[in-house]
């Protein structure tokens, strides 16, 4: 760019010299010859005023008026011709050595005579044949009797004219000089700030987005500088706007519970969240990865490829993993006009709805299944009282036994009532510290008369007294109390129970245990689970309803404890329930 400006500024300077000195040569040539004939019209009209004495000494007029001429400081010469063109007075003092052939030639044929001949004047500028210089001429016809003709050697003209050429030269010199220093300034002046915009737009493309032009002058690059950092700085907050708008996306897509994944058209992942890899079990799924090398991925792909191929959303099912998992994968066509530039997955997992609606299904029969016993029995006795006379001892027993039936039922409903409102509390609204020895020594003395009725004794070991939890006093007697009626009921005869209390860092430790039959290792996992007994006929027998346990899990759930049982068989079972402490005691 520099080298061009150079170039051109030196070519406007020559060009702009060479025409001024093409149009002034003329000018000045012009002038001169003008001034020359105005000096020879002048001496002529002198001259003529003697005519007869040119005519009487041709020779002596010439040479006296051209040293007369040279006196008064105008170097003249002066030619006398005769009429048939023959040089009769000649003033040059080189003349005498001319060459009498050059001098002797007729004249006639010379422009200026030849003119003066037909318009009585004329004018004419050439190399003198005779002389060898350059002369300006100017003839005038004295009729029949001779040509007076004067001429100005073009010398001065010529001195003029090469004075100029000279200065021309200098002047292109001095131009080409002045022209490329400027070139040069001005160059670097455009070029600079240019450079540095050219670098502010490469650091912009490569995303340093705050890169900016300092221009300080006032013109048109200033202003152009200050067009591109308004125009930088709309970019940028563009590219912020959709950087922000991007993660605000991304946030969600990640946040999201369910798996989402996109892919173009060539089946190569664009995103995928955290909860997909996850989901998929493809912790090193990337973006641009294809959806290979799990069964997973190549189910996902497979609806993925449906719904691609047919342009519409597609539903299915896949199962994963151990434990297994149960996920449902809507696929629908990102759609460009009619062709599908790739697919968009939302994978959910259903396994725990799946559970949820398998556990409802199988409340719903095992509360059936709990209702209709003792209901069938009741109707079945009902029956037997209407069918015949039975005498008062039968009708007593069949009484005892329908009460029997109407308590169990009403004990049914009345643990399905307290679970159903544990599971439906998120927390104890009604919970104030309680005094955990107060609350096991409430529960001990209540169960007492049970445990007497088959010679258990129930020892209590409770060392510290100020362990306080945040519940309601009744829900931790229902707690402790279900859990000392089991140690009862599954016991054996004269079998012991003994209960402790101790405290561990901030938490509560309760535990309860006995010496009865002892639970089976491959029923404890599900031991806490509605309606789960080891023994059906021996819980139903003693009125067991299958619930106590699942109470005592929501309860232990509901004030952020846990719940724990080991047992050997035959010999007998330990439940440990951990309940955090109120931190405020
Ligand atoms: P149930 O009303 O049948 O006692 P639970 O939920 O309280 O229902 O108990 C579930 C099952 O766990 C019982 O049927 C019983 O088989 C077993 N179980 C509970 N506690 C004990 C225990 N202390 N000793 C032995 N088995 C027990």
Redesign the pocket.
């Known amino acids: 760019m520099r080298k061009r400006l150079l170039l051109v500024n030196l070519g406007v300077v020559l060009l702009g010299l060479a025409a001024a000195f093409l149009l002034a040569m003329p000018l000045v040539q012009n002038l001169y010859e003008e001034e020359f004939s105005r000096r020879l019209d002048t001496a002529l009209a002198f001259m003529l005023n003697e005519t007869d004495r040119i005519a009487a000494d041709p020779q002596g007029f010439a040479r006296e008026e051209s040293a007369l001429l040279e006196k008064s400081g105008q170097k003249m010469r002066i030619t006398v011709i005769d009429p048939e063109g023959r040089v009769i007075g000649e003033s040059g003092s080189q003349a005498d050595k001319e060459d009498a052939g050059l001098i002797a030639k007729n004249h006639l044929s010379r422009p200026e005579i030849y003119e003066a001949k037909l318009h009585g004047r004329g004018y004419d500028i050439r190399v003198s044949d005779s002389l060898g210089d350059s002369y300006y001429y100017a003839a005038v016809y004295v009729e029949g009797r001779f040509y007076l003709r004067a001429a100005l050697p073009m010398t001065e003209l010529n001195r003029v004219m090469n004075s100029m050429q000279l200065c021309m030269l200098c002047g292109v010199l001095l131009g080409c000089t002045v022209a490329g220093l400027f070139a040069v300034v001005s160059a670097r002046r455009i070029s600079r700030p240019l450079l540095k915009l050219t670098e502010a737009t490469r650091r912009i493309s490569q995303g340093d987005f705050a890169s900016r032009v300092q221009v300080s002058e006032d013109s048109e690059i200033g202003d152009l500088a200050k067009a591109f950092n308004r125009m930088a700085d709309a970019t940028s907050g563009a590219f912020h706007e959709l950087h922000r708008k991007h993660r605000q996306l991304e946030g969600v897509l990640q946040g999201l519970d369910d798996g989402v994944l996109a892919v173009d058209g060539a089946g190569r992942v664009l995103f995928v969240n955290g909860r997909a890899r996850e989901l998929l079990d493809a912790g090193s799924l990337r973006e641009e990865d294809f959806l290979t090398g799990s069964l997973a991925l190549n189910k996902l792909q497979e609806s993925i490829g449906e719904a691609k191929e047919h342009l519409h959303a597609v539903r299915g099912e896949m199962k994963t993993g151990v434990p297994e998992r149960i996920m449902t994968v809507y696929a629908a066509p990102l759609n460009k006009g009619r062709a599908s530039e790739g697919a968009l997955a939302v994978i959910t997992d259903v396994t725990e709805m799946r559970r949820l609606q398998q556990l409802r299904s199988e409340f719903v029969a095992n509360v059936t299944h709990e209702l209709k016993t003792p209901l069938t029995s009741i109707r079945g006795f009902i029956e037997l009282l209407k069918s015949g006379d039975r005498d008062k001892e039968t009708r007593l027993y069949f009484y005892d036994v329908l009460d029997i039936e109407a308590e169990r039922l009403h004990h049914l409903i009345d643990?399905m009532l307290v679970l159903s409102q544990i599971e439906n509390a998120r927390e104890d609204a009604s919970a104030v510290p309680c005094n955990l020895k107060k609350e096991l020594q409430a529960t001990v003395e209540r169960m007492r008369p049970l445990a007497q009725k088959q010679n258990i004794v129930i020892e209590l070991s409770a060392g510290e007294d100020g362990l306080w939890v945040l519940s309601s006093s009744s829900r931790l007697q229902q707690l402790f109390g279900?859990?000392v009626?089991?140690?009862i009921?599954?016991?054996k005869p004269e079998g012991k129970i003994s209960i402790t209390l101790r405290r561990q860092r901030q938490t509560a430790v309760v535990r309860?245990s006995?010496t009865?039959?002892?639970?089976p290792p491959e029923?404890l996992g599900r031991?806490?689970e509605r309606?789960?007994?080891?023994?059906?006929s021996?819980?139903?027998e003693?009125?067991?309803?299958?619930?106590?346990?699942?109470?005592?899990k929501h309860l232990v759930g509901l004030y952020n404890g846990d719940v724990s049982v080991e047992?050997v068989p035959g010999e007998?079972?330990a439940?440990t329930v951990r309940l955090p402490l109120n931190p405020e005691e």
């Not at 309606?531 to 059906?536: A, G």
């Open positions: 643990d279900n859990l009626e089991n140690a009921k599954y016991n309860v006995d009865g039959i002892g639970i029923h031991l806490f309606f789960y007994r080891v023994d059906t021996r819980s139903r003693i009125g067991g309803t299958g619930l106590g346990l699942s109470i005592v047992s007998g079972s439940f």
